[in-house]
Structures are given as C-alpha cells and as structure tokens.
C-alpha cells in the first residue's frame, strides 16, 4: 500500500533536543521541565558537619532500594564511619533471619566495655550462622571501614582505613534477601540489634572494591550505589548523593 502525504504551505522544521537536568523531586534543583535525568546533577542540603544520633531503643533508617545485595553473583562493597556508646549494634543490614534460601549481609559494630576497644562482626549468609568477627579495633571515630563482599579469593574483606585488618569465606547463594535495607538496625524478628551511636558517613559500591581503589577512593566514584553524607542536619530524609536517588526515611533517629 501507499501511504504517502502531500505537505501543503510552508511547514517549519525543527530538531527536538532532549534537556537533561535533575528529575528527583528531593532535590534541591529538581528541574520538572528536563527531559530526562543526567544522574549527577542533583544537588541536596548540605548544612555542614553533622552526624545521625541512634539511641539504642528504636532508631533506625529504611532506604527503599532492593540492588544494595550481596549474593554469588553480585558484589558489594560497604564503606562506613561511626561513634560507638555502650554496646552499639548494627550499621547497616538486609537481613532475614534463618532464611537459607536468601541471601544477606549485616555489618555490627560494639564496644562492650566501653573502653574504646571495639569489635566489627559480620554475617553473610542467611541460614543463622555465627558471626564473623574482628576484635581489638579502635574506636576512633575518625577511622573509615570498608567491608567488601564477594572477592574472588575470600568473599568478606574487612579493611581499617587502607589496611586488611581481616577476610573470610561466607555461605551465600545466587538469590539477595528481599528483607528491608536499614541502617541501625537488623530486619530479623528476634533481634533487631538497634545500633547506639552515631553515624557519620556509609557509602556503597555494587563491586568488590580493590586494595588499589581504596586506597585512591577520592579519586573513585564509579559503581558507587548509595552515599549517605549525613550532613542534612535537619528532616526525616537522608538523602542518597549518588544521582542513584536511594534515600532513606529516618525513624527516631536525631540529627
């Protein structure tokens, strides 16, 4: 068949040329008339150095995201600063307790003493295994850990500031938790392990970090999947400046 049209008067051609601009609605930018988004531009409060304050009782944060996994078949890498009071609890987790079948991480950080000696415990597997743990650790809040899942040689690498201060094998499969993301807490029903401290910074990358790129991680900014700046210092938002738009709904917590 032929369709064709015959074009009468004078018509006007143009180009359409796409605007790219901050489409999230959080922001502090947010553009409604761009086209689509550049992942970068997006700008949020920034209103200093500040931290969130968990109580140990019932603070947390739930982030709405279900790629932040540690599986067999996707990596991850977990990088945080924290102040630890009394026994501490859990930074960050997605978590279902005695489920095999999923997999999960959780990261926990205490000083049970409270002598400024503390300990990082870590589980990456869903079947109720016992915790990996490194003990002995200052408490500096200074200090940035990075927790990395799913190299080839050990699946859990644990390093203070630019050092391997541990690593060990977890059992984990090809399906990730579809508990919860949180930070302060754990998504298990029998212990929800509220974290008593304050939180500084955590960020994430979807690969196994290298000793190279931690060691260069301001020069780093690829695969990163979340990054928590903690420096609102106002709201019930904690805002994801990634571009990846992960963030997080505060519940208790105080800034």
């Given at each position: 068949?032929s369709?064709?049209?015959?074009?009468?008067?004078?018509?006007?051609?143009?180009?359409?040329?796409?605007?790219?601009?901050?489409?999230?609605?959080?922001?502090?930018?947010?553009?409604p008339?761009?086209?689509?988004?550049?992942?970068?531009?997006?700008?949020?409060?920034?209103?200093g150095?500040?931290?969130?304050?968990?109580?140990?009782?019932?603070?947390?944060?739930?982030?709405?995201?279900?790629?932040?996994?540690?599986?067999?078949?996707?990596?991850?890498?977990?990088?945080?600063q924290?102040?630890?009071?009394?026994?501490?609890g859990?930074?960050?987790?997605?978590?279902?307790?005695?489920n095999?079948?999923?997999s999960?991480?959780?990261?926990?950080?205490?000083?049970?003493?409270?002598?400024?000696?503390?300990?990082?415990?870590?589980?990456?597997?869903?079947d109720?295994?016992?915790?990996?743990?490194?003990?002995?650790?200052?408490?500096?809040?200074?200090n940035?850990?990075?927790?990395?899942?799913?190299?080839?040689?050990?699946?859990?690498?644990?390093?203070?500031?630019?050092?391997?201060?541990?690593?060990?094998?977890?059992?984990?499969n090809?399906?990730p938790?579809t508990?919860?993301?949180?930070?302060?807490?754990?998504?298990?029903?029998?212990?929800?392990?509220f974290?008593?401290?304050?939180?500084k910074?955590?960020?994430?990358?979807?690969?196994?970090?290298?000793?190279?790129?931690?060691?260069?991680?301001?020069?780093?900014?690829?695969?990163?999947s979340?990054?928590?700046?903690?420096?609102?210092?106002?709201?019930?938002?904690?805002?994801?400046?990634?571009?990846?738009?992960?963030?997080?709904?505060?519940n208790?917590?105080?800034?």
């Open positions: 068949n369709n064709d049209a015959t074009i009468y008067g004078n018509p006007v051609y143009s180009t359409f040329i796409p605007i790219s601009g901050c489409t999230d609605e959080l922001a502090e930018n947010y553009n008339d761009v086209d689509w988004s550049d992942g970068s531009s997006c700008t949020y409060p920034d209103n150095d500040y931290s969130l304050s968990f109580d140990g009782v019932d603070d947390w944060v739930t982030i709405d995201n279900d790629d932040i996994v540690f599986t067999s078949e996707q990596s991850l890498t977990v990088a945080f924290a102040n630890v009071d009394s026994d501490g859990y930074i960050i987790t997605r978590y279902e307790n005695l095999a079948a999923n999960n991480f959780t990261i926990g950080f205490n000083d049970t003493d409270n002598d400024g000696v503390c300990t990082i415990a870590i589980i990456g597997r869903g109720g295994g016992e915790n990996y743990e490194i003990n002995d650790i200052n408490c500096n809040e200074n940035i850990f990075y927790v990395v899942f799913g190299d080839n040689d050990y699946n859990v690498k644990v390093y203070l500031n630019n050092s391997l201060i541990g690593q060990t094998n977890r059992i984990v090809s399906t938790s508990a919860p993301l949180y930070i302060g807490r754990c998504g298990g029903s029998d212990f929800l392990g974290f008593d401290g304050t939180i910074q955590i960020k994430t990358w979807n690969i196994a970090l290298t000793l190279e790129q931690i060691q260069n991680i301001d020069n780093y900014d690829e695969n990163l979340s990054y928590y700046k903690f420096n609102a210092g106002e709201g019930q938002t904690l805002y994801d400046h990634s571009g990846n738009t992960n963030h997080g709904t505060i208790g917590a105080t800034w």
